[in-house]
């Protein structure tokens, strides 16, 4: 089956460490993009990257790295110096970034700080 | 940039019943609006999705309008199911710069089916 895989779905972080959410596509998409979802505040972009080895700042990137090694995966580091990291991670993809192409969402990864 | 307004934030309709949902634009040059489903702990799920030179579309039940003029676009949900209960978000795109090819969503809608 063709699609966005997240891993891990449940995720335990202690404060000031590290942790990297996983998402991979088998969709051959070019274009694949973090979101950060919360309660009352819909979906905001994280990052997102075009092509292999590029990838650029979204609306709140402060405190969260991504590389873009394959085309393919798009892993998502929080960092500790992302303050309020409890929340809903998405992945995406779409064929390119380019206007009107759909967006397709993998099944979201839970963050939550201990 | 550009600036999507949803309402309601919470619609509770009798099953059967059709619902409504609205969203406001604020980028004249916008010109593709999608809409999600997302069911309680899973992605986003695109359902339909209309673009500017079209002033609707439908596939079965639902339905989306488009006013070009007044910058406004809704989803319509004719007799209503309990699997219709879900958050749904609308979003719109100019695609000329910016993040995720501009698409910018608000910030979404429960809608809950009363048996």
């Known amino acids: 089956d063709g699609g966005i895989t997240q891993s891990p779905k449940y995720l335990f972080r202690k404060e000031g460490q590290n942790v990297t959410l996983s998402c991979e596509q088998n969709l051959n998409h070019d274009a694949m993009y973090w979101y950060r979802q919360d309660p009352g505040q819909g979906l905001r972009l994280i990052y997102y990257s075009q092509i292999v080895n590029d990838f650029q700042k979204g609306d709140i990137a402060e405190g969260y790295s991504v590389s873009r090694e394959k085309k393919e995966s798009f892993p998502l580091t929080v960092t500790s110096a992302q303050k309020n990291p409890t929340a809903f991670y998405l992945c995406a993809s779409s064929i390119y970034r380019g206007p009107g192409n759909t967006i397709y969402f993998g099944e979201g990864s839970w963050l939550t700080v201990v | 940039g550009e600036n999507v307004e949803q309402h309601p934030s919470t619609l509770s309709v009798q099953e059967g019943d059709s619902a409504v949902i609205k969203c406001t634009y604020s980028d004249s040059a916008s010109n593709y609006f999608p809409w999600y489903k997302q069911e309680l702990g899973k992605g986003p799920q695109l359902i339909i999705d209309i673009r500017s030179n079209v002033g609707e579309k439908k596939d079965q039940r639902i339905a989306v309008t488009l006013n070009k003029t007044a910058k406004h676009f809704s989803l319509h949900i004719t007799e209503t199911q309990p699997e219709d209960s879900a958050v749904y978000f609308c979003?719109?795109?100019?695609?000329?710069?910016?993040?995720?090819?501009?698409?910018?969503f608000g910030k979404g809608t429960h809608l809950i089916i009363q048996p």
């Open positions: 979003a719109a795109t100019s695609g000329g710069g910016g993040g995720a090819d501009g698409l910018t």
